[in-house]
């Protein structure tokens, strides 16, 4: 157990429809990555949240978008979805400095 | 463009057998490069090698960084079915975000 936490596991939508994933880093950790797993794709790294605060983007969505609350815990938003958005996303945490990042189980989203 | 690329994709040997997975990247501002195993769900850390650990160790695993050829290796001896899974190399650079590997998938036969 990475400790790490996300819900739901298992999410089915259909197009166009709008979905909240979310997750709460392990206890101490400032900074929450969010990653999308495709089976053409691999892990691609979404988006880094430090303390509430945007840190780093990567190739994410326009119609994608997160936040980090007070409490540290984080949601990512997927909107207007798309067929090709369903995936494995991933959420991770670290500590201080550069510390390795650990990896809740995931959500799988399947659009239908 | 950031870009890590793991050999081989995938990997199939017996029970007992040593294998040596492999991970070549070209990153700007590179800092640190990991290693994750991952079975059905996430992807669980093994090692994390940086300019000042070049080498670790644990149990039957070990990794070497070479920052001169950009790569790395990661060993399994004495391999078991339980190290089945897919082994990713994910590299960090600036703002700590990960690029991932496709990983190697290993298969352990008994």
């Known amino acids: 157990d990475s400790g790490v936490t996300q819900t739901p596991k298992h999410l089915i939508t259909a197009t166009g429809q709008r979905v909240t994933l979310r997750c709460s880093p392990r206890s101490g950790d400032l900074s929450v990555y969010w990653y999308q797993q495709s089976l053409d794709q691999g892990l691609q790294f979404l988006i880094q949240?430090?303390?509430?605060?945007?840190?780093a983007k990567g190739n994410i969505l326009e119609r994608f978008s997160a936040q980090q609350f007070p409490d540290l815990h984080s949601e990512l938003n997927l909107s207007s979805l798309e067929l090709g958005d369903s995936a494995l996303y991933f959420c991770?945490?670290?500590?201080?400095?550069?510390?390795?990042?650990?990896f809740g189980d995931g959500t799988r989203l399947s659009i239908l | 463009e950031d870009k890590v690329v793991q050999s081989p994709l995938s990997l199939v040997v017996h029970e007992g057998d040593t294998v040596t997975l492999n991970c070549s990247y070209e990153?700007?501002?590179?800092?640190?490069l990991l290693w994750y195993k991952q079975e059905k769900k996430a992807p669980t850390f093994l090692f994390m090698l940086?300019?000042?650990?070049i080498e670790k160790k644990s149990g039957r695993l070990s990794s070497i960084l070479d920052k001169k050829e950009l790569s790395s290796i990661l060993n399994i001896t004495a391999t078991q079915t339980g190290d089945s899974a897919i082994y990713l190399c994910?590299?960090?650079?600036?703002?700590?975000?990960?690029?991932f590997g496709q990983g190697t998938r290993l298969t352990i036969n008994p």
């Open positions: 991770a945490s670290s500590g201080e400095g550069f510390q390795p990042q650990h």
């Open positions: 940086t300019s000042s650990g």
């Open positions: 949240y430090y303390n509430g605060e945007e840190r």
């Open positions: 990153v700007t501002n590179f800092r640190s």
């Open positions: 994910a590299v960090g650079g600036g703002a700590q975000k990960l690029v």
